[in-house]
């Protein structure tokens, strides 16, 4: 997949059959719309084309906007390209970029940038400034500069019923098992093994300690978690502890992960965690003891769950 990050820096002379959207998450409603770009390459002459944004338009445009992102942009680009797009367009959102009125974008992007030939979108797509055009404005469009539109229907997206703000709410509320299956993967984070306060070791509990570097990836809701993660390429199972750690009088939020029957130095490594379930809160226990009793009834817990 080649990857541009200005519409200006975009170069192919193939035409283009191309679909734009933020794609916050590459959930299933997305991947109807996507597998139908790459379905709809007919031969050597046409290139497939996501066109999405960063930061993310609510960032820019709503000053009082804490929204958090499903994925980091590389996280967006690898998803991506998993499914087989051809070409990737990260545009930087801007105010200036946000004035264009519709009529200008299709023509001096659309057109004129991309030389599209057919655009793939949802029924709802917004666009121009202000969000002023819909999918009707778009056909009419179609009409007049020379490329076909192609909607995916409110009926077929209405039988996923989903959106990356239903799996941003199921997240936050620690229903993970409900965000993976709107996403159709398990929500993973991804960061680099840090050094820690090094605790967990004297209760027979090491953990590694995930520092992720894009402070808008949305974290799930403090608690512990089944985990997975593939390291120097085989999948270790664990467990994960977000939050404070409040026994041991912490400040500040962590994410620690307890890898079962797994021993060895990852220190710097960047780690790929999936998120598979959460079995319960943060807790505050009155000793170190209590604690490691409850850590070894959540490893029998956690090993149970692997062994099915």
Excluded: C, W
Aim: aromatic share 8%; net charge negative; no cysteine.
């Amino acid at each position: 997949m080649k990857i541009f990050h200005s519409i200006n820096d975009f170069q192919i002379t193939k035409k283009t059959i191309l679909t734009l959207g933020t794609f916050d998450g590459v959930h299933i409603g997305h991947k109807k719309i996507l597998q139908k770009l790459t379905q709809n390459t007919p031969n050597e002459d046409y290139e497939s084309v996501v066109l999405t944004f960063f930061p993310h338009p609510r960032m820019v445009l709503q000053e009082d906007s804490n929204i958090k992102l499903l994925n980091t942009i590389k996280e967006k680009q690898d998803l991506l390209e998993e499914i087989g797009i051809e070409n990737l367009v990260i545009h930087p959102f801007d105010e200036t970029f946000s004035q264009l009125t519709a009529e200008e974008f299709v023509k001096t992007v659309l057109v004129e940038k991309f030389h599209v030939q057919k655009i793939i979108i949802g029924h709802d797509h917004r666009f121009g400034r202000n969000r002023t055009a819909n999918i009707d404005h778009l056909i009419d469009f179609g009409k007049q500069y020379g490329f076909d539109v192609s909607q995916i229907s409110v009926q077929e997206l209405n039988e996923i019923s989903v959106s990356s703000t239903k799996i941003r709410n199921a997240i936050l509320d620690g229903n993970i098992q409900l965000a993976n299956d709107y996403l159709g993967y398990s929500y993973f984070i991804t960061g680099t093994v840090i050094t820690g306060k090094q605790l967990g070791r004297t209760i027979g509990f090491p953990t590694a300690n995930i520092k992720i570097e894009e402070n808008y990836k949305l974290i799930p809701q403090n608690g512990v978690y089944l985990v997975q993660a593939s390291i120097n390429s085989q999948l270790i199972n664990g467990m994960m502890n977000i939050g404070t750690n409040p026994t041991v009088g912490a400040q500040e939020k962590s994410i620690e992960i307890h890898f079962l029957d797994f021993d060895a130095d990852i220190y710097n490594q960047e780690l790929k965690v999936s998120i598979l379930q959460r079995i319960r809160d943060e807790k505050k226990f009155n000793s170190l003891q209590d604690l490691q009793e409850q850590l070894q009834k959540d490893k029998v817990i956690a090993k149970e769950y692997f062994n099915k």
